[in-house]
């Protein structure tokens, strides 16, 4: 049958505000999570990674933040740039050493 | 150094037809991993390849497959083509095979069969 199309959560942010956008994923195991960056053309680009020993990573204006306890990853970007529009996916790393991604989430900012 | 390279950028293809996408790694990385990226289901794992041999395959059927050469260069093959099949095809590389390691993408192949 026809595929529907993916609705993908999208958030709109001021430009110099700050930025959150969530994920849950799927296995209580997973021991490694990547937040990528996927432009308009491009493929993604990773942004900052997190290994399950840590509650909190932080990078060059992002943050990670992982609850395991209820199954969370959230990154914050400070001070959001128009460069900052994208598609942001989350990503764990399965089983069989591969990525498993979760379904995006859109980034517009206003100038 | 250079990144992830993939070609062709673009592809057109008939039902039944069989295509061939070609990627390049970074230099020293050695393995490659390969994705299908579809408005419907995402990202999706297709297989990894290190040193030659497919470690690691994802839940597609026997139509796509790959190989891997020994400049770490890989290939991957869908055969008998469907419509959806049309996707971004996406590569990526990283230094070493397995859980835990950073993986760089091209920019993609995009497929379209008609």
């Known amino acids: 049958g026809e595929s529907v199309g993916l609705h993908l959560p999208t958030l709109s942010v001021q430009e110099g505000d700050n930025s959150i956008i969530n994920c849950a994923y799927s296995n209580s195991a997973s021991d490694y999570f990547i937040w990528y960056k996927q432009e308009s053309g491009k493929g993604p680009q990773f942004i900052i990674d997190?290994?399950?020993?840590?509650d909190k990573r932080q990078g060059q204006r992002v943050t990670v933040l992982l609850n395991k306890t209820v199954k969370h990853l959230s990154l914050q970007i400070a001070a959001t740039q128009p460069g900052d529009s994208a598609v942001y996916f989350c990503?764990?790393?399965?089983?069989?050493?591969?990525?498993?991604f979760g379904k995006g989430t859109k980034l517009s900012v206003k100038p | 150094k250079a990144g992830v390279t993939q070609t062709p950028r673009y592809l057109i293809k008939t039902r039944g037809q069989q295509v061939t996408l070609s990627c390049s790694p970074i230099?020293?990385?050695?393995?490659v991993s390969w994705y299908q990226q579809t408005p419907g289901q995402g990202l999706q794992f297709l297989f990894e390849y290190f040193s030659e041999t497919q470690r690691n395959k994802g839940n597609f059927p026997g139509r796509f497959s790959g190989r891997q050469f020994s400049n770490s260069r890989s290939e991957m093959n869908v055969s008998t083509l469907e419509l959806g099949d049309s996707a971004l095809y996406l590569c990526a590389s990283s230094l070493r095979q397995g859980r835990s390691y950073e993986q760089y993408f091209g920019p993609g192949t995009r497929l379209t069969v008609t």
């Open positions: 230099s020293g990385h050695r393995s």
């Open positions: 997190i290994r399950s020993n840590m």
């Open positions: 990503a764990e790393g399965g089983s069989q050493g591969n990525l498993i």
